[in-house]
């Protein structure tokens, strides 16, 4: 009797184990999806190789990806990160020389269309050629004349920079 009881006990050890075996890893982790774009690339250029990283906050960890040939790369979040508040991807470089502003150059991680998807709010982007000062536009300050015997450092520290775009 005693060595029946010891069969259903290993059986059910074993289909547990196999039960086990069948959930996918992936299941448990949120993945992040994005794409990657040049705004002076050539129809055919190759996205190839392009890190991105994904930091949150809270967490030590930062997640990588390589970009495939078309842009798009996909990781899985840190183990740690238990949600996706507060988390940003961000283009690191490639294999030549990126130039890209901090507006395009980070997105923040939202929520996807499937349970533990994610993907970037805004567009990563950048470009291959040096932008010029017509790309980026005038960071001129403001500097306002103010009395010597104040003995304040000049205006320009005080009042926020206005840039000058598109003005001829």
């Not at 547990?16 to 075996?21: D, P, V």
């Not at 567009?123 to 306002?144: A, I, Y």
Request: with cysteine.
């Amino acid at each position: 009797m005693a060595y029946a009881h010891h069969h259903q006990v290993i059986t059910l050890v074993l289909l547990f184990a196999l039960a086990l075996i069948r959930i996918h890893p992936s299941a448990c982790q949120q993945i992040v999806e994005g794409k990657v774009s040049c705004l002076d690339c050539t129809h055919h250029y190759h996205f190839s190789d392009i890190k991105v990283s994904v930091k949150c906050q809270g967490v030590n960890k930062l997640a990588m990806a390589t970009t495939q040939d078309d842009g798009s790369f996909k990781l899985a979040l840190p183990s740690s990160s238990s949600s996706v508040n507060n988390c940003m991807a961000k283009i690191l470089g490639g294999p030549v020389q990126l130039y890209a502003s901090r507006k395009k150059q980070v997105s923040e991680i939202v929520k996807g269309k499937d349970k533990n998807m994610y993907t970037i709010s805004a567009p990563l982007s950048f470009m291959t050629s040096r932008p010029n000062k017509n790309q980026l536009g005038s960071s001129k300050t403001v500097d306002l004349p103010l009395p010597p015997e104040w003995g304040l450092a000049p205006s320009s520290y005080y009042v926020p920079f206005i840039p000058i775009i598109g003005i001829p």
